[in-house]
T-cell receptor
Framework: DAKTTQPPSMDCAEGRAANLPCNHSTISGNEYVYWYRQIHSQGPQYIIH???NNETNEMASLIITEDRKSSTLILPHATLRDTAVYYC?????????????FGTGTLLAVQP | NAGVTQTPKFQVLKTGQSMTLQCAQDMNHNSMYWYRQDPGMGLRLIYYSASEGTTDKGEVPNGYNVSRLNKREFSLRLESAAPSQTSVYFC????????????FGPGTRLTVT
């Protein structure tokens, strides 16, 4: 699975959009980009995933560049409850293993 | 549905003691996982079970054993605990190989003195 690079921390004002970047320059054609978050030592929570098209769900949007070497997770209206560590993970989607390789993630601090 | 449950929530062991961490899921998932998380670090995979009856090593299996007791339960055993195993342990499950969302338990906080 490809390696990802994320900034260690970011701040965002409450109510504003939070844009979390991730670099995955060695991503392969069959690898998906996944985002999970971990709120204050709880178990990680799935947010969204994508292959090459932009994706949106009720939690967030995922923008993947055309060359797929980087992506951005967007929380459109950040709240204090969105303060968490956000993990960008690249992994092959097929097969039975579904192993996730976590990096150190980005600590997003939403400020009032 | 309770989702993924873990017991105990907290545990303190002395070096050399043994214990078993329990994990259960009620979502009829096929695959289950054990991760550890050290302070300031991401999660690292210890062992996983792709399906009932199978187990495989992850990134950091040394010092641990696992048992997939049935489809619902996946336990992690420390035979002789060491201070280096002080960590938070998370169990997770996923429906199948084609699924995308792993569900995580609340974690077990283990301290080995």
């Amino acid at each position: 699975d490809a390696k990802t690079t994320q900034p260690p921390s970011m701040d965002c004002a409450e109510g504003r959009a939070a844009n979390l970047p991730c670099n995955h320059s060695t991503i392969s054609g069959n690898e998906y980009v996944y985002w999970y978050r971990q709120i204050h030592s709880q178990g990680p929570q799935y947010i969204i995933h994508g292959l090459k098209n932009n994706e949106t769900n009720e939690m967030a949007s995922l923008i993947i560049t055309e060359d797929r070497k980087s992506s951005t997770l967007i929380l459109p209206h950040a709240t204090l409850r969105d303060t968490a560590v956000y993990y960008c993970i690249v992994r092959v989607a097929t097969g039975a293993t579904n192993k996730l390789i976590f990096g150190t993630g980005t600590l997003l601090a939403v400020q009032p | 549905n309770a989702g993924v449950t873990q017991t105990p929530k907290f545990q303190v062991l002395k070096t050399g003691q043994s214990m078993t961490l329990q994990c259960a899921q009620d979502m009829n998932h096929n695959s289950m996982y054990w991760y550890r998380q050290d302070p300031g670090m991401g999660l690292r995979l210890i062992y996983y079970s792709a399906s009932e009856g199978t187990t495989d090593k992850g990134e950091v299996p040394n010092g641990y054993n696992v048992s997939r007791l049935n489809k619902r339960e996946f336990s992690l055993r420390l035979e002789s605990a060491a201070p280096s195993q002080t960590s938070v342990y998370f169990c997770a499950s996923i429906l199948s190989g084609n699924s995308y969302e792993q569900y995580f338990g609340p974690g077990t906080r283990l301290t080995v003195t």
